[in-house]
């Protein structure tokens, strides 16, 4: 038992020393993937372009009932942007499939007259009008790497409309084969450089650079900002290969509102619908959670011959469709900075606590192993010395002198000088008795005969 203890101490102080190597190595990386339970929800409101929020329609969007009219009117709006992304199949160790269905809805209107309206939203299967509180609505599928958060191109698709009875996802989806960029979540331990960043409105990669540090609710962020180049959304196919329907519009020049040199009132003007639009995302770096956001959002009718051919008051014309600052929600930043501080001290326990912890308990139990090893020796040591158990220990007679008794020699007489050789008298023997043992410091008196 005394060698038992000992052994069992030193193989839990080395397995714990062993967990506390292995843990920072083994089980950190196996936190730093893309969890599959990933549940993003955020909102989105415009606000003015400095960020203020005190205006009530700092969006500018196109009167979509205006096209039935005699003039193409814009009306101010307050929209906000909903988003949900979650983990989806097909999901494994190594990829994560996210959906993210996004909806852009009309809060509240006002007309070039002042008149405010508040436009309803239709229930799924019923006829909308132009007049809907629904302004447009999208599902995006992609897969991603769950080590590096980077498209695998294993699924990359976006669903544009609706399901029709009878039909499926793909009937109303188009693959998107150009991503690359990150999109809902950066990748783990975030640099101070330029990153890919898709824009899905323009279905293109942007190049996200770094602005700087900013704390966000006791959170460190690195401020990405990408610029979303011009592009012609007629170039975007639709699910049946053709230009998605409000992206190109022709309509008489007088309903454009277009006039000058070298244009007829009557004359059909073509024109395209363009986006460009500046990203900004706050990334918590250690974990690439994305805890703020802001899109700054232009897409505007223009001509898309700008030849000298086409009349300058054509090539010069713009009319704008959505014109907007849309600025993540404080409830949406609260979530994520939550969600970002939870990773983190998973990420500290797992890869600083738990090792320290298991490092001290396990060099404790080795100390207490080698104790009691040796303490099992010395013991040992001492047991060897002293003899088998039930023996008493030999005399120490390093400070004692032996006295030997001198012994007579034979037929001397004994010396009265020597009380052990005195004689004896032998006591007689008594019937039924033992006689007594001889001892060689008794007398033996011997028997007179009677006088005669």
């Not at 955020?42 to 009932?65: H, K, L, M, N, W």
């Not at 990153?195 to 006791?218: H, M, P, S, V």
């Not at 070298?262 to 770096?285: K, Q």
């Amino acid at each position: 038992m005394r060698r038992f203890v000992p052994a069992l101490l030193a193989f839990f102080g080395a397995a714990f020393i062993a967990a506390a190597i292995a843990i920072p190595l083994y089980l950190v990386p196996q936190l730093k993937v893309v969890p599959l339970d990933l549940d993003i929800t955020s909102d989105a409101t415009t606000v003015a372009a400095d960020g203020s929020t005190g205006d009530r329609f700092p969006a500018v969007i196109f009167d979509r009932c205006s096209v039935a009219e005699d003039r193409a009117r814009t009306l101010e709006a307050h929209l906000t942007q909903q988003r949900r992304s979650i983990i989806t199949e097909p999901s494994d160790s190594r990829q994560a499939s996210l959906q993210s269905a996004q909806t852009v809805l009309i809060d509240r209107l006002r007309d070039a007259d002042g008149k405010e309206t508040e436009p309803s939203v239709a229930a799924a299967g019923e006829t909308r009008t132009c007049k809907d509180g629904l302004l447009t609505a999208t599902i995006d599928r992609v897969s991603v790497n769950r080590k590096t958060s980077v498209p695998n191109g294993a699924v990359s698709s976006l669903q544009l409309e609706a399901i029709p009875p009878g039909g499926n996802v793909n009937d109303v989806s188009v693959a998107i084969d150009n991503r690359t960029g990150f999109q809902y979540k950066f990748g783990f331990d975030v640099q101070k450089r330029d990153y890919a960043y898709y824009d899905l409105n323009t279905r293109q990669d942007c190049a996200a650079k770094f602005q700087g540090e900013e704390e966000i609710d006791g959170v460190k962020t690195y401020h990405f900002a990408c610029d979303v180049p011009e592009t012609d959304l007629s170039s975007l196919p639709n699910a049946q290969g053709e230009a998605a329907l409000g992206t190109m519009l022709t309509m008489p020049a007088k309903w454009w509102g277009i006039t000058g040199r070298g244009v007829r009132p009557n004359d059909p003007v073509t024109m395209h619908r363009y986006a460009a639009a500046t990203r900004h995302v706050w990334v918590e770096p250690e974990t690439g959670t994305i805890v703020d956001g802001r899109e700054d959002q232009h897409q505007y009718f223009k001509s898309p011959d700008q030849s000298e051919a086409t009349p300058a008051p054509v090539r010069e014309f713009r009319m704008d469709a959505l014109k907007g600052t849309f600025k993540w929600a404080d409830q949406t930043v609260a979530n994520q900075t939550d969600k970002a501080s939870g990773y983190l001290n998973q990420l500290k326990i797992g890869g600083t606590w738990v090792p320290i912890i298991l490092g001290v308990i396990g060099a404790i139990l080795l100390a207490a192993a080698v104790l009691l090893f040796l303490r099992g020796r010395r013991d040992d040591a001492a047991v060897a010395t002293a003899g088998p158990v039930g023996t008493p220990p030999a005399a120490d007679d390093r400070d004692t002198r032996l006295i030997k008794r001198d012994v007579p020699p034979a037929g001397a007489a004994p010396s009265a000088g020597n009380p052990w050789e005195r004689p004896t008298e032998q006591i007689p023997k008594v019937d039924g008795g033992e006689p007594p043992a001889d001892d060689s410091s008794t007398r033996t008196f011997r028997k007179q005969p009677p006088p005669e």
